[in-house]
């Protein structure tokens, strides 16, 4: 951690003392709430700022607007109803400690890529992460629909039981489902299903990188996790890369006779293959130009001038080692699998404690610490990608 964060931390550790303080003083109404308004404000002042300006900005949906909403619905039913306010400050201190362990992860990667990659391979990173998987655009549509649909849920759930209920003479239980409303919206944030994932790929392509394999962009890393062909421009790349049926590569082949004749095969092949088969064509020859660029996956080997060569082909050996092309495959198809886990994980945790939730026995804190937890057990999921 850097001093700047350091200091972070040292303010939530004090907001979380003065809220065990303020919990056991025996005092009750406006001056406890005026109490917990300390630690709400020495945790979050940042996060209802950001929330004030995203507010003006008419934007609803932003992390610090969901969960400063949260936090003030739940004062706000202490202040009406049940006297408790100390929820809020932990719902606050909970989701910026998820924020400052994020952001320490992130600073730890960027560290080490510097120790790690020299400026031209940081260089060529920075491209590649420019250029987003198709997984990774889902999902960021995806994201967009999630928090919507659970803050209709909590518009819902505020409006429509009390009416039902006072139509037939019950006690409206106003502070239970404005309760359930905020549990709702603090489950709502969708970065705690999207954070994770870019790091899958930006870790898979440091790691490649670090043994002179360059990818162009993310997209080559899905397309290379499901390749089932591979085509070769010579007898001896094919058998120098070895045998690669145990990883799931179907077919290797060599693409023999003149330029337009191999071109041809290519195309053929390309016809011919199975519904979502993935090919990729493996070549020392620049001359190659229109065969790499014709595959899904163009491979080109033992070029030095990786920004050239990248110009027309997806992938770059510098070396001239065919054998790479297995940690190509294995790499990517272990991250395309780390990418399902740490999309698949967050969403069944929220229905989880969506289903807890409908039954009521969900405390809105132990849905922010899951959210964080599950968020940060992603975060570390990544680094296998390494």
Same mark, same amino acid.
């Given at each position: 951690?850097?001093?700047?964060?350091?200091?972070?931390?040292?303010?939530?550790?004090?907001?979380?003392i !003065? @809220? *065990?303080?303020?919990?056991? +003083?025996?005092? &009750?109404?406006?001056?406890?709430?005026? #109490?917990?308004? %300390?630690?709400?404000?020495?945790?979050?002042?940042?996060?209802? !700022? @950001? *929330?004030?300006?995203?507010? +003006?900005?008419l &934007?609803?949906?932003?992390?610090?607007? #969901?969960?400063? %909403?949260?936090a003030?619905?739940?004062?706000?039913?202490?202040?009406?109803?049940?006297?408790?306010?100390?929820?809020?400050?932990?719902?606050?201190?909970i989701?910026? #400690?998820?924020?400052?362990?994020?952001?320490?992860?992130?600073?730890?990667?960027?560290?080490?890529?510097?120790?790690?990659?020299?400026?031209?391979?940081?260089?060529?990173?920075?491209?590649?992460?420019?250029?987003?998987?198709?997984?990774?655009?889902?999902?960021?549509?995806?994201?967009?629909?999630?928090?919507?649909?659970?803050?209709t849920?909590?518009?819902?759930?505020?409006?429509?039981?009390p009416?039902?209920?006072a139509?037939?003479?019950?006690?409206?239980?106003?502070?239970?489902?404005?309760?359930?409303?905020?549990?709702?919206?603090?489950?709502?944030?969708?970065?705690y299903?999207?954070?994770?994932?870019?790091?899958?790929?930006?870790?898979?392509?440091?790691?490649?990188?670090?043994?002179?394999?360059?990818?162009?962009?993310?997209?080559?890393?899905?397309?290379?996790?499901?390749?089932?062909?591979?085509?070769?421009?010579?007898?001896?790349?094919?058998e120098?890369?070895?045998?690669?049926?145990p990883?799931?590569?179907?077919?290797?082949?060599?693409?023999?006779?003149?330029?337009?004749?191999?071109l041809?095969?290519?195309?053929?092949?390309?016809?011919?293959?199975?519904?979502?088969?993935?090919?990729?064509?493996?070549?020392?020859?620049?001359?190659?130009k229109?065969?790499?660029?014709?595959?899904?996956?163009?491979?080109?080997i033992?070029?030095?001038?990786?920004?050239?060569?990248?110009?027309?082909?997806?992938?770059?050996?510098?070396?001239?080692a065919p054998?790479?092309?297995?940690d190509?495959?294995?790499?990517?198809?272990?991250?395309m699998?780390?990418?399902?886990?740490?999309?698949?994980?967050?969403?069944?945790?929220?229905?989880?404690?969506?289903?807890?939730?409908?039954?009521?026995?969900?405390?809105?804190?132990?849905?922010?610490?899951?959210?964080?937890?599950?968020?940060?057990?992603?975060?570390?999921?990544?680094?296998?990608?390494?």
């Amino acid at each position: 951690m850097n001093k700047n964060q350091k200091t972070f931390l040292l303010k939530l550790l004090i907001a979380g003392i !003065l @809220s *065990a303080v303020f919990f056991f +003083i025996p005092v &009750e109404g406006y001056l406890k709430a005026l #109490l917990f308004l %300390i630690p709400i404000v020495i945790a979050g002042y940042d996060v209802y !700022l @950001s *929330a004030g300006k995203k507010l +003006i900005s008419l &934007e609803f949906l932003s992390e610090d607007f #969901l969960m400063g %909403i949260a936090a003030a619905g739940i004062f706000v039913t202490g202040l009406i109803w049940t006297g408790q306010f100390v929820e809020a400050p932990l719902i606050i201190i909970i989701y910026q #400690l998820g924020k400052l362990l994020s952001r320490t992860f992130s600073d730890s990667v960027k560290k080490r890529e510097e120790t790690s990659l020299n400026e031209e391979k940081r260089s060529i990173l920075h491209d590649a992460l420019e250029r987003k998987a198709p997984i990774e655009r889902k999902l960021k549509r995806f994201s967009k629909l999630f928090a919507p649909l659970f803050i209709t849920a909590a518009i819902i759930v505020i409006i429509i039981p009390p009416l039902f209920r006072a139509l037939y003479n019950l006690p409206p239980q106003a502070n239970v489902f404005v309760y359930a409303a905020m549990t709702l919206v603090a489950i709502s944030c969708p970065s705690y299903i999207t954070g994770s994932v870019p790091f899958c790929f930006r870790n898979t392509l440091s790691s490649l990188l670090s043994k002179d394999i360059f990818l162009k962009d993310q997209n080559n890393i899905e397309s290379l996790s499901t390749t089932r062909i591979i085509l070769f421009d010579s007898e001896d790349n094919k058998e120098r890369a070895g045998d690669m049926k145990p990883i799931g590569i179907s077919r290797m082949e060599v693409l023999f006779g003149d330029h337009d004749e191999r071109l041809f095969t290519l195309e053929k092949t390309l016809r011919q293959r199975q519904r979502k088969t993935y090919l990729a064509y493996l070549s020392k020859a620049p001359d190659d130009k229109r065969l790499i660029q014709r595959a899904d996956t163009g491979i080109i080997i033992g070029h030095t001038d990786v920004k050239e060569m990248l110009e027309f082909s997806d992938v770059v050996i510098q070396n001239d080692a065919p054998e790479k092309l297995r940690d190509i495959l294995l790499s990517s198809k272990n991250c395309m699998t780390l990418v399902k886990t740490n999309i698949a994980l967050p969403i069944v945790v929220k229905l989880i404690l969506t289903a807890l939730l409908a039954i009521g026995i969900l405390p809105i804190t132990i849905a922010v610490a899951a959210n964080v937890a599950v968020y940060l057990l992603c975060l570390l999921n990544s680094k296998r990608a390494l």
